[in-house]
């Protein structure tokens, strides 16, 4: 018996490059973004199977599947919905918020052994919600053990101020995350993730690497920048005449790292899809006069240099790799779950060729 692994909701890979650098094999990942196909197929040497969850049936998931497999289903259903950033009104109008239950529906169709799911730590408020109770409710119901737990990314070695919620659910007993592997005395900083890397200006690329690519600041925001100090923030920092109007109001008064720089000496602010620009968090570089790079936002997602977003600089779609970056999985966070269903196995007597 061996395990295999598909990855729903797959992206570009990062939570399926860190389960196979765990020492899994990740056999296939669904997405329904086909721009996502080179990276995840280059990176993760698996298929990419382009095809809506909605419409996904559990019979061509098991049909990936050999008869002695030990049947592993991981997957991160895109998070926005549930976000504190979107977590207003009726959400259960967002069709995002139906692929939980769709993976639900493909967990009961497939029956996997053991399935592992990541999310964002809103889901855990119930009362908004219900969604998650629901999906663990289903698990139980069809005899799996299920643990879930928030976790806080420094903690397992990722220079990023990250809190996700993790659940892990198997059929063969109890099972859990591994222990955290650092503490506050040795968190991995914004100095360790990108600090060895070319200076380059706003709008500029390395000439040394093409994903390391800065967005253009306007005058103004060059001026906003230049007056934020790292850990700073506009209200206390800038002159009056850069304020913009919506820091006049008492929400906007609420939003002080916006156009904030980040401190080297410290993990990063999490990576969203628009962490390559100043005005949508604390995305400034530490010392250089913009937002950070792209291959900056990678590399604080823990992505190693080496991993292959596009396959040419022809083909770079500034945006888009953004949006891929800020909704992947950190890759290491992939490496520790693919570590801690490893040990589970081994404690119950599974996985042996």
């Known amino acids: 018996m061996k395990p295999k692994i598909i990855d729903l909701f797959c992206g570009i890979g990062g939570l399926s490059y860190g389960l196979h650098k765990s020492g899994l094999q990740v056999i296939a990942g669904v997405d329904t973004d086909s721009s996502c196909q080179y990276s995840f197929e280059a990176n993760c040497k698996s298929k990419f199977i382009c095809e809506d969850i909605i419409e996904l049936k559990g019979k061509k998931i098991n049909s990936l599947y050999t008869k002695n497999d030990i049947k592993i289903l991981v997957g991160c259903a895109p998070c926005q919905p549930f976000s504190s950033y979107t977590f207003k009104g009726d959400k259960q109008k967002d069709r995002r918020w139906e692929l939980l239950f769709e993976f639900s529906r493909i967990i009961n169709e497939v029956k996997p052994d053991i399935v592992s799911m990541e999310n964002v730590p809103q889901l855990l408020n119930f009362k908004k919600a219900p ?47 591994l222990p955290a592997t650092h503490t506050s005395k040795n968190y991995l900083t914004v100095r360790d993730a990108i600090g060895q890397l070319d200076k380059i200006k706003s709008g500029e690329s390395s000439s040394n690497d093409f994903i390391h690519k800065a967005s253009k600041l306007s005058d103004k925001n060059l001026q906003r920048v230049r007056q934020s100090i790292p850990g700073g923030s506009w209200k206390r920092d800038w002159d009056n005449n850069l304020k913009l109007d919506c820091h006049k109001n008492s929400k906007g008064q609420t939003y002080v790292s916006i156009y904030g720089r980040m401190k080297w000496s410290e993990p990063s602010p999490t990576m969203t899809t628009l962490c390559i620009g100043i005005g949508n968090g604390r995305f400034g570089h530490p010392e250089q006069d913009r937002a950070i790079s792209l291959r900056e936002a990678a590399l604080l997602q823990t992505f190693p240099i080496d991993y292959k977003f596009v396959d040419s600089p022809q083909n770079l779609k500034v945006g888009q790799l953004a949006r891929h970056i800020g909704n992947a999985v950190p890759p290491k966070l992939g490496e520790i779950i693919g570590k801690s269903i490893i040990k589970h196995l081994k404690e119950h007597n599974y996985g042996k060729k």
């Open 131 to 177: 969604v998650l109770q629901n999906f663990v409710n289903n698990l139980e119901k069809n005899g799996y053990f299920v643990w879930h737990q928030i976790i806080y990314a420094p903690d397992y070695g990722i220079p990023q101020k990250r809190k996700r919620l993790i659940l892990l659910a198997s059929k063969f007993g109890n099972i859990s995350l």
